[in-house]
């Protein structure tokens, strides 16, 4: 009897303890991560309950009749990433949730329908989209961006490509990947980006000093390249091109594969190898331009919305023939090249890589951490390491004729420290600082006079921007940046050069000893370099914009302009620097009108940019000595005026049509392009107002024209015809200078070196045929691609490829490519 007496009792207690706990209530606010700002109707879910509670107005929501336990709850609302959250309750309970409400972030793209300017901002600024770059997969990053309205390219050959953003190229023009400023000796003219275009998701083209966390110093504009997006999900993707050209008789195949996790794991590894024989013009091989590249890039990180680490290594090695009739013995050897129209040397086709030639190899390591705080924004700690050693192989005999002429490792520490505050509808604040230290080492051991000498270096800066949305249709920001920029080098001059001009009086106390016919020097020069840039965006209506854009930029001479001194093997040419040259200044003038209505898209481009004291190489001469008599090209200064404007427009001719997809066999109406006509137009004029003459080295204008039909005749299939008109430069400076040299019958003959003059107009014609195979979410699967660059086998010289004087360009070129995305 006691016994059933204690369960009575012992249930009875339970009852009114269940009864009791399952009183408790959970409730609390819902708020935007950023500002802090109540989120109505977000939805909390909870799992054991099976039951859903939505905020009000002011963002609180209120769960009744909880009992004491462990509990499970989904939080949601729309355009914010889901939050699962476990609470304990046991008693009344407040819980105040965030939500990511910004959660475009997470994404980190910007979808662009083809290649124009990327409005979000007042910089000029346009974005390739990884279609385009999947399409050069096979050839240089200069290649691809050609395509951007107002980018050209300065070529030594076909292998080594810089771009020309607006008539500027080299140490003016930043290219950054994966937020690190790419350092691997830009000072060169034949000094090709060490970058692999495959491993990009897409590639920004800012056309002015605007991206001011980069540097203050991008006098041209910056090119941004973006990897692979991180996607919140338990997925594995990625893709694998097969490219074949019969001009050089190689081709190119690269891989890539990211593996994410919902957790916020993830890693990405892409892998890029290209091989090609001597190209071919039209009527003669191109002896000794073949090329061999190999690159990789690893990544491995964590991230979640509120923080992240990541590390990622970089690695690029290519071997480059130069044309080996450019290789010339004297100017004499220049005048019966210029005068014959083709080159001196023409062998049978090959592969081998024989000298003149270019090795380089660059590693790059980058570390980053970031962690959101909420209410104010994003910080990133950055951390990079860059090594580049370039070689470049002369023509020699005996013993050296396997030793490097040129052999130099860059070294490069980066640090950065970076600020976004976006925690204001209105306003957005960005600030940061960062310092590079770089040793330059040339190999002293090369058996000939170190083109660069050895140098320290120290760059230390910071950077503070804003941008402030008005209303909808109105947005300005602003922009400033200081750095402070030194370098000490340590140096050998000829003591008559050192003497002739006038050195030895200005810069006394740079020397330090005189040995032989040398005189050693510690030069240690400081620059106090400032920038700033602040512009406005004003949309009429939907489909109407106009932006304009003031900036200031200051960049100091690299070391290729105030020390070079000695010859250049890729070109066979004496290249001089100047130890005296200031800072340039840049002051640029910049809009841009912009309508898409209909089935239009038009945009205007115009700019102005003044900059003093602007370093440009020119030809001055020649120099005698113990190899023969060669060109000597030499930096000099002057106050310069660069003007032009970029234009494009599209014109797109639509249909409708229904289509079913699975799984559910809905249907679908569409509305796709069927026939796109489009045209960009670039110019650019360039003026010495010193001296009252044209600048050197100036993209003359050109005309790009292309037609695209789209499933016409089966649905996947493209069809692509471009014609690319380029005008003779009309507007360019007198530097042919006269030579005497020993004809083959012993007599002297002078002879003016035309080296002046720019090449003819021309006309190429292109073809692209593309076919693609979509998978069930109607994204391309497998893609095939044949494409024809100039049909006509055109003979043409470019004004902007320093082996004009040589060589034609490639003649007709027929590029297969297969694409698989998985």
Same mark, same amino acid.
């Given at each position: 009897m006691f016994k059933y007496l204690l369960v009575v009792i012992f249930m009875a207690t339970v009852a009114m303890c269940t009864a009791q706990d399952c009183k408790n209530t959970l409730k609390g606010k819902i708020t935007d991560f950023h500002n802090n700002k109540p989120l109505e109707l977000a939805q909390v879910y909870v799992e054991e309950q099976e039951r859903t509670y939505t905020s009000n107005s002011a963002g609180e929501y209120q769960v009744n009749n909880l009992c004491t336990g462990v509990y499970h709850l989904i939080v949601? =609302?729309? *355009?914010? @990433?889901?939050?699962?959250i476990e609470v304990i309750v046991n008693q009344d309970k407040i819980l105040n949730i965030t939500l990511e409400h910004h959660i475009n972030e997470l994404d980190e793209v910007q979808v662009v329908a083809d290649v124009h300017d990327d409005h979000a901002t007042t910089q000029n600024a346009t974005r390739i989209d990884k279609e385009l770059i999947q399409k050069y997969s096979g050839a240089t990053l200069?290649?691809?961006?050609?395509?951007?309205?107002?980018?050209?390219? /300065?070529?030594?050959?076909q292998g080594v490509v810089k771009p020309i953003v607006h008539g500027l190229y080299g140490s003016r023009i930043t290219i950054v990947n994966n937020g690190v400023r790419l350092q691997d000796q830009e000072w060169g003219t034949e =000094?090709?980006?060490?970058?692999?275009? &495959?491993?990009?998701?897409s590639i920004r083209v800012i056309k002015g000093s605007s991206a001011l966390r980069y540097g203050g110093d991008a006098v041209g504009?910056?090119?941004?390249? @973006?990897?692979?997006?991180i996607i919140s999900k338990d997925t594995i993707m990625g893709n694998a091109i097969l490219t074949g050209q019969s001009n050089g008789r190689g081709g190119a195949i690269t891989a890539g594969i990211q593996r994410y996790k919902k957790s916020g794991w993830y890693q990405q590894a892409n892998i890029t190898f290209k091989r090609l024989g001597d190209f071919e013009a039209p009527d003669y091989i191109l002896s000794n331009t073949g090329s061999q590249t190999a690159a990789t890039r690893l990544a491995v990180g964590y991230k979640q919305f509120e923080y992240g680490l990541s590390a990622e290594y970089n690695f690029y090695d290519t071997e480059l023939g130069i044309l080996r009739a450019s290789h010339i013995g004297n100017t004499? @050897?220049?005048v019966r090249s210029i005068n014959s129209g083709e080159p001196a040397i023409i062998n049978e086709f090959t592969y081998d890589i024989d000298v003149p030639k270019q090795e380089v190899i660059h590693h790059q390591?980058?570390?980053?951490?970031?962690?959101?705080?909420?209410?104010?924004?994003?910080?990133e700690l950055n951390y990079q390491y860059q090594l580049n050693n370039r070689k470049e192989f002369d023509v020699r005999r005996g013993a050296l004729s396997e030793r490097a002429a040129l052999d130099i490792d860059l070294k490069t520490h980066n640090f950065q420290g970076y600020l976004n505050i976006d925690a204001s509808d209105k306003w957005n604040h960005e600030l940061g600082v960062d310092a590079v230290l770089q040793t330059n080492s040339p190999d002293a051991t090369t058996g000939v006079r170190r083109l660069i000498p050895d140098y320290n270096s120290i760059k230390v800066g910071g950077f503070l921007g804003t941008q402030y949305q008005f209303t909808d249709r109105l947005m300005i920001e602003a922009g400033a940046r200081y750095d402070h920029y030194s370098i000490d080098a340590k140096k050998f001059y000829i003591t008559s050069r050192w003497e002739s001009l006038g050195y030895d009086v200005r810069f006394a106390q740079f020397e330090r000893f005189r040995e032989s016919i040398q005189v050693y020097t510690e030069p240690e020069l400081d620059f106090d370099l400032f920038a700033f840039s602040s512009g406005v965006q004003y949309s009429f209506? @939907? =489909?109407? *914009?106009?932006?304009? &854009?003031?900036s200031h930029s200051q960049r100091a001479p690299n070391p290729g302009e105030l020390f070079s001194e000695g010859l250049h093997h890729a070109l066979a040419t004496i290249e001089i620097g100047r130890l005296e040259l200031n800072k340039e200044v840049s002051n640029k003038i910049s809009a841009s009108f912009h309508a898409n209505y209909n089935n239009w898209d038009v945009e205007l481009a115009p700019y102005y940019n003044r900059i003093n004291d602007f370093i440009q190489l020119v030809p001055n001469g020649v120099q005698l000595t113990n190899r023969g008599a060669f060109a000597v090209y030499e930096y000099e200064q002057l106050d310069a005026v660069l003007a032009g404007v970029d234009i494009s427009a599209s014109y797109h001719i639509k249909r409708k049509e229904t289509i079913k997809r699975t799984p559910y066999n809905r249907t679908i109406n569409l509305t796709k392009n069927w026939i796109s006509l489009g045209a960009q137009f670039s110019y650019v004029y360039g003026e010495d107002v010193k001296n009252d003459k044209p600048l050197i080295d100036i993209p003359p204008a050109q005309l790009l024209t292309k037609i695209e039909i789209e499933d016409v005749f089966t649905e996947g299939l493209q069809v692509e015809i471009a014609n690319q008109q380029v005008w003779k430069q009309n507007r360019f400076p007198d530097n042919d200078y006269e030579i005497t040299y020993a004809a083959d019958n012993g007599n002297a003959v002078t002879e003016t070196v035309e080296i002046s003059e720019s090449p003819d107009a021309y006309n190429l014609w292109d073809l692209g045929l593309a076919y693609s195979i979509k998978s069930q979410n109607n994204k391309p699967n497998l893609s095939?691609? /044949?494409?024809? &660059?100039?049909?006509?086998?055109?003979?043409?010289?470019d004004y902007l490829n320093r082996q004009r004087f040589y060589a034609d360009e490639i003649g007709r070129n027929f590029i297969a490519q297969i694409l698989y995305n998985f």
């Open positions: 949601t =609302h729309i *355009d914010c @990433d889901k939050k699962s200069g290649d691809a961006l050609e395509t951007v309205p107002g980018v050209s390219s /300065l070529k030594t050959g =000094h090709a980006p060490n970058i692999d275009p &495959n491993t990009a998701s504009g910056t090119i941004i390249i @973006d990897p692979a997006r004499a @050897d220049l390591v980058a570390l980053n951490a970031f962690k959101r705080f909420r209410n104010l924004g994003k910080f209506k @939907d =489909h109407f *914009d106009i932006t304009f &854009n003031v095939f691609r /044949l494409q024809v &660059n100039n049909v006509l086998s055109t003979k043409y010289r």
